[in-house]
């Protein structure tokens, strides 16, 4: 298969091909969070934060959605629990996130544990990189239902999940990986497009929605 000179002379140096995507990829992924930020208004966990989630998806697979969902999901879970549990205990906020992230990585075995014992073996088998990444959204989450409430963190984990699993059907859309390969140099126009989104100032769409009784009167 044809690949840019450019890509070409980088696998020859010993880089992997699929690392050479991924890294790629990256501005795409950051330019597509940046757009459900500021043109949609989906605000997510920030724009690294749905962005890292993507790639650990992608390091799922063979079953990324299917195993990646539900360690994120399950994360999510515990992660409110842990404060429900933890608030009565007034703890100061950096021993209360060590706590939390320890809840959520035993429970992240367990459900190893119990994905080997019913013969889930993709999910048993998982690597550690994928789940150390997942784990680290503890800490933003546990801060969002510090600052602003349970019910804001849990939409917000929801809002990083819908971009993330968009940023997982773009970067495993082999048309694109080709296509990136090949022509390595469109990655540039990824910087025009973050260019225009940083003179932004429209409405977004979910603010359309929002205020549509009142902007016909506008």
């Keep these: 298969m044809y690949y840019h000179p450019w ?11 699929q690392t050479i995507a991924l890294l790629l990829m990256v501005p795409v992924v950051a330019t597509l ?12 966990f920030g724009i690294y934060t749905p962005s890292i989630i993507t790639f650990a998806l992608f390091a799922f697979d ?6 990646g969902i539900a360690i994120f999901v399950s994360i999510i879970l515990v992660g409110m629990v842990s404060r429900f549990i933890l608030k009565q205990f007034r703890l100061l906020y950096l021993p209360r996130v060590a706590i939390t992230i320890s809840i959520v990585a035993l429970a992240i075995l367990g ?4 994905g ?3 013969h889930r073996t993709g999910l048993a088998s998982v690597s550690i990189f994928p789940l150390l990444i997942m784990i ?9 239902q510090i600052e602003k409430g349970s019910k804001a963190a849990f939409f917000l984990a929801l809002e990083t999940l819908l971009i993330s699993l968009v940023g997982y059907a773009l970067i495993s859309w082999d048309m694109l990986t080709i296509l990136i390969l ?7 126009f990824t910087f025009v497009i973050n260019f225009t989104l940083g003179k932004w100032t429209g409405l977004r769409i ?3 929605f929002r205020f549509r009784k009142i902007l016909p009167h506008l």
């Design 62 to 67: 063979p079953n990324g959605l299917k195993y």
């Design 116 to 118: 080997g014992h019913f």
């Design 7 to 17: 890509v070409s002379f980088i696998v020859s140096q010993g880089v992997p091909l």
């Design 33 to 44: 969070v940046a757009f459900f930020r500021q043109v949609v208004g989906i605000k997510a």
């Design 206 to 208: 979910v603010e359309y």
């Design 182 to 188: 090949r022509y390595p140099w469109i990655i540039l």
């Design 111 to 114: 459900i190893l544990v119990a």
């Design 136 to 144: 680290t959204l503890a800490e933003k989450f546990v801060a969002t």
